[in-house]
């Protein structure tokens, strides 16, 4: 077991908030330890300072790429804090797309700034296809999956979830978006699949490639790893990059500071950029 010494720490910690806005609290030393083990044993490392030595002189990125990878916390589930999807459903796409139609707009953009394994962004999916239903080849509801890990991505892309993971998912739609494969196992449907673009892009980015402005945004549950200097400012670019009259959701246990915020509040986690 690796010792992991108050600098060694410190110089991690500075890195990977630096790097990815994580904010790694004292109470997060015995995961930091947990998840790198396999890496300095991997690599033959005496001990997390040589670790550190070889991340910051790595030019290919893959040794930071790794050590996101097992630093974030890609924990989800489909439907997850549900009553977001019901009030997408019975609200804002009413909303936000009568007022596109009668301006004959017939496109609608969707980003989900923080998808981790691809749960959030196939429950999203679903909830566009089912409110659209006969009408949905006639509007491009394209929808943007991001995140910083790559290795949430992967599974995200192959998009197979294990039995156990399905139990929030309403029968029907599993039946209708999914396909069983073998015993304990399902597969998004290819079409539901094409509905999602998936993109590696970390948050902290200096600048965001995004032409088109977002209708709704998704970031759920990611700012809570975030200090509250960086959540402001984070704030202020989704807002930039959303339509007048769209909807930024975040997590129930997260909230926008209310100084500064650009946003209108509308209810808990959910805010609204005013036409
Ligand atoms: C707990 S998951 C939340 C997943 C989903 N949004 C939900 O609410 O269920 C947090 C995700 O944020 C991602 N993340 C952490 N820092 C990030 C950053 N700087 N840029 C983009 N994604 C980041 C992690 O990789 C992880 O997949």
Redesign the pocket.
Known sequence: MYQLTDKEFRDLREFIYEY???NLTDQKRALVVGRLQKVLTREGFKNFAQYYEYIKKDKTGKAVEELINRI?????FFF?EKSHFEYLHSAVLPELTTRLAASGQKDFRLWCA?A?TG??PYTLAMVLREFFGSQYNQWQAGMLA????TQ?LQTAIRGVYPDERMTHTPVKLRNKYFQKIGQDKWAVKDALKKDVLYRR????SERWPFRGRFHVVFC???MI?FDQVTRNRLAQMFYQFMQPGGYFFI?HSETLGRENCPFEYVMPAVYKKVA
Not at 72 to 76: E, I, Q, Y
Not at 201 to 204: E, K, R, T
């Open positions: 990815a806005g994580i974030s916390t890609n924990h989800t997850r923080a981790a749960e959030e991001t995140d910083i890990s949430a892009f970390n948050l902290m759920r549950n990611v790893y997590g």
